[in-house]
């Protein structure tokens, strides 16, 4: 937060309730000394976390789900809203778990960043985990389902449009840059 005499400053903030997960945000912003408030609105959501996975036979587990916000199906890493009193690494190995069947063996985080510092209040959090093998008596939650594909595969995908949620692609490229994934297949 800025001191009480920088600019810019929050003039006064208001917030709608939607529902129980998003509160609407209306900040006015003073950007100098005398100028004008302008109105920002934002949307404040629970942080959240993203799963990329390995499995012992080096494939990738992927969540395909319908998404009502773009109208479609979507291909995405497992991931989920933390819950209030759940530490994020708790949340990443039970989406994990919940939504491919595979429990965890390795967890590291891989950095903590906004979604969209423009319209977004939460953060994501992205894992990379080493899993042990899937459980023999998975199901899968309804509407979802779990695809695995290779590291190659999913690159392939990348390019050509199928896999495309940029918190998952930035969850991908920590990975690459920490030595979690071989970005080159």
Known sequence: MNPPDAWPRITSRATSRISPWVTLMAREVEFAPGTESQTYHSI????YVVVLAMTPDGRVPL?????????????????????PGEHAAGTAVRELLEETGF??????????????????????H?????????????????GVETLMVS??????????GRFDAQT??????LAAMQGHFNLKG
């Open 44 to 47: 404040e959501t629970f942080d």
């Open 63 to 83: 969540v395909r789900q319908y998404r009502p916000a773009v109208e479609a199906f979507t291909l995405e890493f497992p991931a989920g809203i933390i819950d």
């Open 103 to 124: 429990p965890s063996r390795t967890v590291q985080l891989l950095g903590v960043n906004k979604t969209d510092a423009g319209r977004l209040s939460n953060r994501v």
């Open 126 to 142: 992205s894992f990379f985990i080493e899993t042990e093998a899937r459980k023999p008596d998975f199901v899968p939650e309804a």
């Open 151 to 160: 590291p190659s595969e999913l690159l392939d995908m990348i390019v050509s």
């Open 168 to 173: 998952d692609l930035g969850t991908l490229l």
